[in-house]
């Protein structure tokens, strides 16, 4: 396979992902969807890296799975403090955690 399907395969991903976010209201499968984006972009940075045939774009998908790894400590995070003070996981309900 070329560069070419695997930006079409990223592409998708990225796809299916906005579109999660976008549209459901369920705040672990808006996580999910975030997660799905963030693969689809180092699906694409190593398919880069493999057509020039450096190692400078898996560096940056081992950075980009590091902010991944953390997003989802704070989102849970906030995902349980929503579910202790409101018993949802509602992202309307989210917004109720402000001041």
């Known amino acids: ?7 079409v ?16 209201r369920n705040l672990i ?5 975030i997660e799905m984006m963030l693969n689809a972009a180092n699906l ?8 020039w045939g450096n190692l ?3 560096v940056l ?7 991944a790894a953390v997003e989802v400590a704070v989102g849970l995070a906030i995902l ?5 003070n409101r018993d ?5 309900d989210a917004t109720l955690l402000k001041w």
């Not at 998908?61 to 902010?67: A, G």
């Not at 349980?80 to 202790?84: A, E, F, G, M």
């Not at 949802?88 to 309307?92: A, K």
């Open 9 to 24: 395969v990223a592409g998708l991903l990225f796809l299916i992902g906005a579109a999660g976010v976008l549209i459901r």
């Open 80 to 84: 349980i403090s929503l579910i202790r």
């Open 56 to 58: 400078d774009g898996q």
């Open 44 to 51: 694409s940075l190593v398919a880069f890296s493999r057509q």
């Open 61 to 67: 998908v081992f950075m980009v799975i590091v902010v």
């Open 29 to 33: 499968v808006v996580f999910m969807s």
């Open 1 to 7: 396979m070329g560069t070419f399907e695997y930006q």
């Open 88 to 92: 949802s996981v509602n992202v309307e």
